[in-house]
Protein backbone atom coordinates (compact mmCIF):
# COMPACT_ATOMS: atom_id res chain seq x y z
CA UNK A 1 0.00 0.00 0.00
CA UNK A 2 1.59 3.50 -0.87
CA UNK A 3 2.36 5.83 2.35
CA UNK A 4 0.56 9.06 2.08
CA UNK A 5 1.49 12.77 3.99
CA UNK A 6 3.18 15.71 3.68
CA UNK A 7 6.32 16.97 2.52
CA UNK A 8 8.38 16.84 5.64
CA UNK A 9 10.38 20.20 4.43
CA UNK A 10 6.36 21.98 4.91
CA UNK A 11 6.11 21.08 8.80
CA UNK A 12 8.97 23.48 9.08
CA UNK A 13 8.55 26.90 10.39
CA UNK A 14 9.13 29.41 7.86
CA UNK A 15 12.49 31.23 7.82
CA UNK A 16 11.69 35.22 8.59
CA UNK A 17 13.40 37.60 6.31
CA UNK A 18 16.14 39.84 7.93
CA UNK A 19 15.02 43.33 9.37
CA UNK A 20 14.24 46.36 7.13
CA UNK A 21 11.86 47.54 4.78
CA UNK A 22 9.55 44.98 2.53
CA UNK A 23 6.68 45.52 -0.14
CA UNK A 24 3.76 43.29 1.58
CA UNK A 25 0.86 42.12 -0.15
CA UNK A 26 -2.39 41.56 1.34
CA UNK A 27 -3.43 37.65 0.72
CA UNK A 28 -6.12 37.54 2.69
CA UNK A 29 -7.69 38.76 5.74
CA UNK A 30 -9.81 37.01 8.50
CA UNK A 31 -11.67 38.20 11.81
CA UNK A 32 -11.64 36.26 14.98
CA UNK A 33 -13.44 36.28 18.36
CA UNK A 34 -10.69 37.29 20.31
CA UNK A 35 -9.89 35.09 23.89
CA UNK A 36 -11.24 38.47 26.25
CA UNK A 37 -14.62 37.83 24.22
CA UNK A 38 -14.76 41.69 24.43
CA UNK A 39 -13.92 42.16 20.25
CA UNK A 40 -12.09 40.71 17.64
CA UNK A 41 -8.73 39.85 16.54
CA UNK A 42 -8.02 40.78 12.59
CA UNK A 43 -5.33 38.46 11.21
CA UNK A 44 -3.81 40.20 7.72
CA UNK A 45 -2.02 37.16 5.88
CA UNK A 46 0.69 39.35 3.47
CA UNK A 47 3.84 37.90 1.29
CA UNK A 48 7.02 39.85 0.63
CA UNK A 49 6.63 40.85 -3.21
CA UNK A 50 9.24 43.09 -5.48
CA UNK A 51 12.39 41.71 -3.44
CA UNK A 52 15.30 39.31 -4.05
CA UNK A 53 14.34 36.03 -5.27
CA UNK A 54 14.91 34.42 -2.05
CA UNK A 55 12.70 36.92 0.11
CA UNK A 56 9.91 37.31 -2.33
CA UNK A 57 6.80 35.45 -1.21
CA UNK A 58 7.89 35.08 2.29
CA UNK A 59 4.95 35.10 4.71
CA UNK A 60 4.45 37.65 7.33
CA UNK A 61 1.48 37.50 9.71
CA UNK A 62 -0.19 40.99 10.82
CA UNK A 63 -2.35 41.15 13.38
CA UNK A 64 -4.65 43.85 14.74
CA UNK A 65 -7.54 44.74 17.62
CA UNK A 66 -11.03 46.71 17.73
CA UNK A 67 -9.15 47.63 20.42
CA UNK A 68 -7.93 51.48 20.81
CA UNK A 69 -4.49 51.15 20.23
CA UNK A 70 -5.17 48.10 17.81
CA UNK A 71 -8.14 50.35 15.78
CA UNK A 72 -4.88 52.79 15.37
CA UNK A 73 -2.97 49.75 13.90
CA UNK A 74 -6.13 49.41 11.56
CA UNK A 75 -5.94 52.64 10.24
CA UNK A 76 -2.13 52.40 9.74
CA UNK A 77 -2.53 48.84 7.76
CA UNK A 78 -5.55 50.19 5.63
CA UNK A 79 -3.79 53.61 5.14
CA UNK A 80 -0.45 51.97 4.37
CA UNK A 81 -2.89 49.94 1.34
CA UNK A 82 -3.58 53.49 0.41
CA UNK A 83 -7.29 53.68 1.65
CA UNK A 84 -9.64 55.16 4.06
CA UNK A 85 -11.12 53.52 6.83
CA UNK A 86 -15.21 54.16 6.42
CA UNK A 87 -16.77 57.16 8.30
CA UNK A 88 -17.78 54.20 10.96
CA UNK A 89 -14.27 52.19 11.82
CA UNK A 90 -15.06 49.31 9.24
CA UNK A 91 -12.55 48.55 6.79
CA UNK A 92 -13.93 49.67 2.95
CA UNK A 93 -15.21 45.85 1.60
CA UNK A 94 -17.37 43.55 2.79
CA UNK A 95 -16.92 39.72 5.28
CA UNK A 96 -18.77 36.81 4.52
CA UNK A 97 -19.64 35.36 7.85
CA UNK A 98 -19.05 31.50 8.69
CA UNK A 99 -22.50 30.89 10.30
CA UNK A 100 -24.90 32.82 8.08
CA UNK A 101 -27.68 31.28 9.92
CA UNK A 102 -26.39 32.60 13.68
CA UNK A 103 -27.95 35.57 15.28
CA UNK A 104 -26.40 38.59 13.74
CA UNK A 105 -26.52 40.30 17.31
CA UNK A 106 -24.33 37.01 18.84
CA UNK A 107 -21.04 38.37 19.93
CA UNK A 108 -18.90 36.02 18.17
CA UNK A 109 -21.16 36.16 14.76
CA UNK A 110 -18.45 37.40 13.10
CA UNK A 111 -15.76 34.72 14.05
CA UNK A 112 -14.09 33.22 11.13
CA UNK A 113 -15.47 35.97 8.80
CA UNK A 114 -13.52 36.45 5.55
CA UNK A 115 -12.78 39.69 3.84
CA UNK A 116 -13.73 40.25 0.16
CA UNK A 117 -12.86 44.07 -0.24
CA UNK A 118 -10.50 46.36 -2.44
CA UNK A 119 -7.95 45.96 -0.02
CA UNK A 120 -7.26 42.55 -1.32
CA UNK A 121 -4.29 42.15 -3.95
CA UNK A 122 -2.80 45.43 -2.77
CA UNK A 123 0.63 46.33 -1.64
CA UNK A 124 2.00 48.22 1.45
CA UNK A 125 5.30 49.37 2.44
CA UNK A 126 5.93 47.94 5.76
CA UNK A 127 9.23 47.82 8.18
CA UNK A 128 9.66 44.20 9.53
CA UNK A 129 11.95 42.94 12.36
CA UNK A 130 12.51 39.61 13.76
CA UNK A 131 10.77 38.59 16.91
CA UNK A 132 10.78 35.52 18.81
CA UNK A 133 7.95 33.67 19.63
CA UNK A 134 7.53 30.21 21.56
CA UNK A 135 10.97 29.57 20.73
CA UNK A 136 10.99 30.27 17.12
CA UNK A 137 11.66 33.26 14.76
CA UNK A 138 9.01 35.20 12.83
CA UNK A 139 8.70 38.43 11.11
CA UNK A 140 6.52 41.41 12.86
CA UNK A 141 5.38 44.43 11.38
CA UNK A 142 6.98 47.14 13.07
CA UNK A 143 5.79 50.24 11.17
CA UNK A 144 3.69 51.05 7.76
CA UNK A 145 4.56 53.71 5.18
CA UNK A 146 1.11 55.48 4.76
CA UNK A 147 -0.33 55.85 0.97
CA UNK A 148 -3.12 58.09 1.67
CA UNK A 149 -2.45 61.67 -0.11
CA UNK A 150 -2.24 64.66 1.71
CA UNK A 151 -3.04 62.51 4.85
CA UNK A 152 -1.21 64.96 7.62
CA UNK A 153 -3.28 68.22 5.91
CA UNK A 154 -6.90 65.77 5.31
CA UNK A 155 -6.62 64.07 9.09
CA UNK A 156 -4.95 66.31 11.21
CA UNK A 157 -6.07 64.21 14.26
CA UNK A 158 -4.60 61.22 12.53
CA UNK A 159 -0.59 60.21 13.89
CA UNK A 160 0.55 56.60 12.31
CA UNK A 161 2.50 54.55 15.32
CA UNK A 162 6.27 53.80 14.34
CA UNK A 163 6.19 51.01 16.81
CA UNK A 164 3.41 48.67 16.13
CA UNK A 165 5.10 45.91 18.15
CA UNK A 166 4.72 47.48 21.60
CA UNK A 167 5.51 45.27 24.49
CA UNK A 168 5.57 41.43 23.75
CA UNK A 169 7.71 38.72 25.53
CA UNK A 170 10.81 37.31 23.60
Not at 31 to 40: P, R
Not at 94 to 104: F, R
Not at 136 to 152: L, S
Request: aromatic share 12%.
Amino acid sequence: MPKMGVNPEQTKAPKPVPGGWYDLRLKGLVAKFSKSGKGYNYEAYLNVVNNKAEYNDSFCLFRMNNGFKQAMMSNDFVHGLGFELETDGSFPGDWTVKDAAKDPNAPDFYDGAQYSGPLLGKVMSAELITTVYDGIERNDVKQIRCKVADCATRFPDIRHLTDLIGKKDK
